[in-house]
């Protein structure tokens, strides 16, 4: 899987926007990009994968550049709430190991 | 929908004592995973269940860990004997596997304190 290289940390005023990086400049035509999000105290949580179109649910957004080797998840209107560290990972096709790395601490601010 | 469930959720033992962690997987999930987390890091995959198979246990310590999933459902993690380095949180995750990248569901996790 390749490796992921994301900002130790970020801050995001509550109610605006949070636009949280990744870069995966050695990622393969068939290795999808995942986020996932871990509350403290509780197991991660998975949020959004993406191949090369770029995704949306009811959690975040997920644009990746046209070359796949950087992606942004974007969470439209942070709340108190998506206060959490945010693991970015790119995995092989039919590869079900999840590779996380030190992701990035993400803090909404009242 | 009930989640994964794990239990103790807070253990503390002295190191050399044996200890065991359990899970529940969610309803229908095939795929079973346990993670280990130490403080600071990301969770790392100790060993994956494909219902009652250990297909990947390449990073398990086996010589003082195992697992087990009888009946492709609950599943079990032992240490014994529990070292210094052993304190972490430990994860259970499961997916339902479509022959492709599926959503894993993490249980809130065991924070194991060896002393």
């Known amino acids: 899987d390749a490796k992921t290289t994301q900002p130790p940390s970020m801050d995001c005023a509550e109610g605006r926007a949070a636009n949280l990086p990744c870069n995966h400049s050695?990622?393969?035509?068939?290795?999808?990009v995942y986020w996932y999000r871990q509350i403290h105290s509780q197991g991660p949580q998975y949020i959004i994968h993406?191949?090369?179109n770029n995704e949306t649910n009811e959690m975040a957004s997920l644009i990746i550049t046209e070359d796949r080797k950087s992606s942004t998840l974007i969470l439209p209107h942070a709340t108190l709430r998506d206060t959490a560290v945010y693991y970015c990972?790119?995995?092989?096709?039919?590869?079900?190991?999840?590779?996380f790395g030190t992701g990035t601490r993400l803090t909404i601010i009242p | 929908e009930a989640g994964v469930v794990q239990s103790p959720r807070y253990k503390i033992i002295e190191k050399k004592q044996p200890v065991a962690f359990w899970c529940n997987p969610i309803?229908?999930?095939?795929?079973l995973y346990w993670y280990r987390q130490n403080l600071g890091q990301g969770p790392e995959l100790l060993i994956r269940?494909?219902?009652?198979?250990?297909?990947?246990d390449s990073q398990l310590p086996k010589d003082r860990f195992s697992a087990e999933r009888l009946k492709g459902v609950d599943s079990t993690l032992k240490i014994q004997p529990a070292e210094l380095g052993d304190s972490a949180v430990y994860l259970c995750?499961?997916?339902?596997?479509?022959?492709?990248?599926?959503?894993?569901?993490f249980g809130p996790g065991t924070r194991l304190t060896v002393t």
């Open positions: 269940y494909e219902n009652e198979e250990a297909v990947d």
């Open positions: 995750a499961s997916s339902f596997r479509m022959g492709g990248p599926g959503e894993q569901y």
């Open positions: 050695t990622i393969s035509g068939n290795e999808y």
């Open positions: 990972i790119a995995q092989l096709f039919g590869n079900e190991k999840l590779t």
């Open positions: 309803s229908g999930h095939n795929t």
């Open positions: 993406g191949l090369k």
